[in-house]
């Protein structure tokens, strides 16, 4: 019995030490105050001034060009602010567009752009087709399907022919504009192509 006394009182010393450190261990972790989880904000985390975006097809070829004098990102919610936009829809089958606007939001990983201030989207003239402008405080830019739309009053102008309204719908593929709610219509003569396709105006 006396050779197992030193063997037990060293035992039961080592079992004390282990449990004073884990004693020890949890007060520390209780005593001293963790940092909370970090709050995630709506403030920017990369800049750029002057720039350029450019968004092409499976073939290399560009499709749509973003380009404004300052950028902000935010990973909230991966969106960017622009100010002074110019998104240009360069796809070879449709005509080309431009929209302009005092600011802009691209998100949902470049499929929309919003255009707020003075929003303009031009969609240019060829040989078949005149010029259109639509004009709102807000226009929303799809990109990938080549449309535009917004629920805002909206002025339509080709030529001398101009139609206002709120709620407008476009699609550059088809060519096919639609106003809601038209509260004015005047359509000169002689200003639309034959071919140009049909723009419709509907009351609620």
Request: aromatic share 6%; charged share 25%.
């Amino acid at each position: 019995m006396k050779d197992r006394l030193p063997a037990l009182t060293s035992f039961a010393l080592l079992i004390a030490l282990a449990g004073g450190t884990w004693w020890a261990a949890e007060y520390a972790q209780q005593a001293v105050p963790l940092d909370p989880p970090r709050r995630v904000t709506h403030e920017p985390d990369a800049w750029a001034s002057d720039f350029v975006l450019l968004r092409t097809d499976t073939g290399g070829i560009p499709v749509n060009r973003l380009a404004g004098t300052h950028m902000q990102h935010f990973p909230d919610d991966d969106s960017y602010e622009v100010d002074h936009p110019v998104a240009t829809g360069l796809r070879a089958t449709n005509p080309v567009t431009i929209g302009t606007a005092r600011t802009a939001v691209m998100d949902q990983g470049g499929a929309r752009i919003t255009l707020r201030g003075d929003a303009h989207l031009r969609r240019l003239a060829d040989a078949e087709r005149a010029e259109l402008n639509l004009y709102s405080p807000e226009l929303i830019i799809l990109p990938d399907a080549d449309k535009a739309y917004t629920d805002l009053p909206t002025l339509v102008e080709q030529g001398r022919s101009q139609m206002r309204g709120k709620g407008m719908q476009y699609d550059n593929s088809s060519r096919i504009l639609t106003v809601d709610s038209a509260s004015q219509v005047d359509i000169a003569p002689n200003t639309l192509p034959q071919r140009e396709a049909e723009s419709r105006a509907a009351q609620p």
